[in-house]
């Protein structure tokens, strides 16, 4: 089983790798950049003391892209430790309104958001397989703020909540390898990773969001919901928080120009990790 290692030190600005054609395939690599402490978002699946909480960030790709590869980097709180972590899931969803009831929305806005639900509805874990991975370069971190409980919608005054406070604990990046890839055709998505603890709290970290630069993809903003708001989402740093945009810190590598398959029945929407799978890797404090 081979596990690839991206440093979380080496996460620098956003980064944009133009696909050739597709009859040669090039390397595809995105990064958001490091965590800057200003904002952790809960994402963490279900448990006994907890309803599921989701956040999800943007990505683009130019042309039919192969993902083999994730990381994303986040704050073990609450008194969670690393041998807390029993799962990850991580599932992509199309912008919205893809995938997406006819309805009006409960929120003020759902424009550049994630859709209702994520690609075909496959999210695929545990024994089911599809991901593996490892955990690491554990760092002492804190945020300024974070988004756990405080999510609402209704309008602008109701969803805005402030916030649930500052918090401390262990930064971790997780280093994912999709044993099944991600087939993606061009265009935009979101990525949502979900980390399920035995004991306290996984909050996704925020990084700076960057200033659009003139014939760039779009850079949308990051989105939570948790089940009582679903299948709308929030804007976190918009609507809940009013600490401005905000992406979250995560990269994704692969393959970009890959040839089109002969059906897009193939495009996956989700994989999951089961605990037994999860190697703990080792590292220096």
Known sequence: MKHLLFAAAALAGATFIAAAPASAATVFNFTTGGPDGKIGAQSQVADRTHIQTETADDFHVDSTTRLTH?????????????????DVEIEIYRVFPGDSKSRVPGVTTRVNSPGDF????????GAAGGLTGAVGNPTAFSVLNTVTTGIRGGDSASEFTGGDG???????TFF??????ILLAAGDYFFRPEVRLANGNFLWLSAAKPVQVPGAPLDRQAWIRND???PDWLRIGTDITHQAPTNMSFSLQGSAGVPEPATWALMIGGFGLAGAGLRRRA???
């Open 70 to 86: 994730a990381t994303f980097t986040g704050l073990l709180a609450a008194g969670a430790q690393q041998n807390d972590i029993e």
């Open 118 to 125: 994520e690609i075909d509805e496959d999210t695929r874990g």
């Open 166 to 172: 500052p918090a401390t604990g262990t930064e971790v």
């Open 176 to 181: 994912m390898d999709f044993t099944d890839p």
């Open 228 to 230: 009582n708001l679903a």
């Open 283 to 285: 590292a220096a404090a």
